[in-house]
Nanobody, 125 residues
């Protein structure tokens, strides 16, 4: 499967952005999907994930209530709607996919074997 992320940009604190990630090569409904982010000189960290049906979601505590992950399997696309962005949200955001047949906590980088190229989000204060 190949992942193509888009939607990043430069915004001011308090603004919103919506990231998109489109899957190709396979049907998205066969995959758990997630967003991670990596700021300069930091490790890549989990942000949010969504189950194959979209019924189950999970977020890192720092984005809970501000970010919403969703998916449209008909479009093979996963979204990350981000509200009230803060400078600490600045990072390269990566989408990731893992087959629903795989096991794991699905919050670690090592839990996902398919990655998009990343899209840069910069939030100015």
């Amino acid at each position: 499967v190949q992942l193509q992320a888009s939607g990043g940009g430069l915004v001011q604190a308090g603004d919103s952005l919506r990231l998109s990630c489109t899957l190709s090569g396979h049907t998205s409904s066969e995959y758990h999907l997630a967003w991670f982010r990596q700021a300069p000189k930091t490790k890549r960290e989990f942000v949010a994930r969504i189950s194959e049906t979209g019924r189950n979601t999970f977020y890192i505590y720092s984005v809970e209530g501000r970010f919403t992950i969703s998916r449209d399997n008909a479009k093979n696309t996963v979204y990350l709607q981000m509200h009230n962005l803060q400078p600490e949200d600045s990072a390269i955001y990566y989408c990731a996919a893992q087959s629903t047949t795989a096991t794991g906590s699905l919050v670690l980088v090592t839990d996902f074997n398919c990655w998009g190229q990343g899209t840069l989000v910069t939030v100015s204060s």
